[in-house]
């Protein structure tokens, strides 16, 4: 039993006694009111939240006060009984969350004014029953591909970014959440001058979430940002679904991506040690073993292992990272050896890199439009010419993208496939001019170079995509960056120029050696 209004009672979703996508809990509640309307939007709400099987709103008339006791007294006026319906086809919009879609609906029922014998005259079993089997048929849709989220993103706008870095950043992590191979249903977004240190929103858009994943069903939150461990169990306990966040997405896309065994390894790594700090709170309806973004990667047996047990399989693979590094490091000493200049191909993810690597070299290494889409570094023989001399032979490696805010546990984890950066005598900073935030990925990998323990050799600035791009920001780009060389690598234009420049740049590399 609560005390309380509907959305002050509310019982955690986790502890529903049946919950579930097409179920109701199982809970019947009775609220009272003294005021001769039907429930309101909080009241329904809270209905939603909690999949109640019918909300029974009684309104008392109040006649004064008792001698003893001071109690009120009151006789009941009129009752409303509410319940949840659902739908697919027609448009929904509530106007505390929102809501719009054409996809499978809830949304809610109330009965006109009844007597207190019409309510108990009703037969709930059956309601439930009948409104249940909707819940079933009209669910079945969703529940066809089952390893396919359905996402809900949680953006946070706050006062350190600008409106267009905040959309820039929302954009990119729908496009993390399609490569990982979940469905944007829809994305929330609170602007706050700060982060709420338990929940990262507010606790109105806690709530706000919470029925937009019940709504929409959703199976899966994603948020912009990192989350601690408490921020996560404390979201998942209100939410009553998976929580994720940004650099989550980035580790199962990874985990999908690597397939050389060195790859493997190294994601293993980065997984287990983002895990670590958060194996505890999840009880069994969180459990991460059914699939799905975040669930991919070290394995089902990592997740079920004991602290200890998981804190000696990351230094055996430290360990094993370590080997890695030091034999690649034999092979560039070989290279040095041999006198073979080395260029990386560094970017932000997607910039093209992969697709530049097989129109230099005719090699045929795999591209596709999307982020992350090859994750091994791949090295090849170019041979270009020289300014002086004959045309000299040198190795081009296509290397892991960048991103904007690249996880420490990446940056540690990839440390031995980041060496081919650092060791490189000179590197091809590919852009993606045709992305509006082009100048912003410039930065973002720049930063990312800065990072490095070993500072890098000397970049050449490269613009690709020009063919999908207009005058005005080709303009823009050939003002701020004068000695940078505009390419397409797909309709292969500007690749003379680039092999020519590209000799220069490897002569006055190796020279400053």
């Not at 207190?116 to 819940?135: C, G, R, W, Y």
């Amino acid at each position: 039993m609560g005390v309380g209004t509907p959305r002050q009672t509310q019982i955690p979703p986790l502890e529903l006694p049946r919950y579930g996508a097409e179920r109701l809990s199982g809970i019947r509640c009775i609220a009272t009111h003294l005021k001769s309307e039907p429930p309101n939007e909080a009241a329904l709400t809270a209905m939603a939240l909690q999949r109640l099987d019918v909300l029974v709103m009684v309104n008392i008339t109040g006649t004064g006060f008792t001698r003893r006791g001071g109690g009120a007294t009151g006789y009941v006026k009129e009752a409303y009984l509410a319940h949840l319906v659902a739908h697919t086809k027609q448009l929904v919009l509530t106007q505390s969350t929102g809501i719009t879609t054409t996809d499978f609906t809830l949304y809610s029922h109330i009965s006109p004014p009844l007597s207190l014998d019409a309510i108990s005259e009703q037969d709930f079993i059956d309601l439930v029953e009948n409104l249940e089997a909707e819940f079933s048929r009209e669910y079945v849709a969703q529940e066809v591909d089952a390893d396919h989220d359905r996402v809900v993103i949680v953006g946070v706008h706050t006062d350190d970014m600008t409106p267009i870095q905040f959309q820039d950043t929302i954009a990119e992590l729908a496009r993390l959440v399609d490569t990982a191979g979940g469905e944007v249903l829809q994305t929330l977004q609170q602007k706050r001058s700060r982060i709420h240190p338990q929940t990262v929103i507010g606790e109105g858009k806690v709530q706000e979430v919470a029925l937009t994943a019940q709504t929409l069903g959703a199976n899966l939150i994603v948020f912009d940002r990192d989350l601690s461990p408490s921020q996560v169990r404390n979201l998942e306990a209100q939410i009553g679904i998976r929580v994720v966040d940004r650099t989550e997405v980035i580790l199962d896309i990874f985990a999908q991506r690597a397939q050389s065994g060195a790859g493997k390894l190294q994601v293993e790594l980065a997984q287990l040690e983002y895990m670590l700090p958060r194996l505890t709170g999840r009880g069994r309806a969180m459990s991460r073993l059914g699939g799905g973004i975040g669930t991919r990667g070290p394995g089902e047996t990592k997740l079920e292992t004991e602290r200890r047990a998981i804190q000696r399989r990351i230094s055996r693979l430290q360990q094993e990272v370590n080997q890695l590094q030091a034999h690649r490091s034999r092979l560039r000493q070989r290279r040095q050896h041999r006198e073979v200049p080395s260029v990386a191909l560094v970017g932000y993810t997607n910039a093209g890199k992969s697709t530049l690597l097989n129109a230099l070299t005719n090699s045929e290494v795999y591209t596709a439009d999307q982020l992350f889409a090859t994750l091994d570094p791949t090295t090849r023989r170019l041979v270009i010419p020289q300014p002086t001399g004959a045309p000299q032979e040198i190795l081009i490696t296509d290397t892991v993208g960048f991103i904007h805010e690249l996880p420490a546990s990446l940056m540690d984890a990839f440390r031995a496939t980041l060496e081919e950066v650092t060791e490189a005598d000179a590197l091809i900073h590919l852009v993606d001019l045709s992305h509006p935030a082009w100048l912003t990925h410039i930065r973002s990998v720049r930063d990312i170079l800065a990072q490095m323990p070993v500072t890098p050799g000397p970049a050449l600035v490269v613009f690709n995509k020009i063919d999908q791009v207009d005058s005005q920001n080709l303009a823009l780009a050939q003002e701020e960056f004068p000695l940078a060389v505009f390419i397409s690598a797909s309709q292969r234009l500007g690749l003379e120029t680039l092999r020519q420049r590209l000799g220069q740049l490897i002569e006055y590399a190796v020279d400053c050696r």
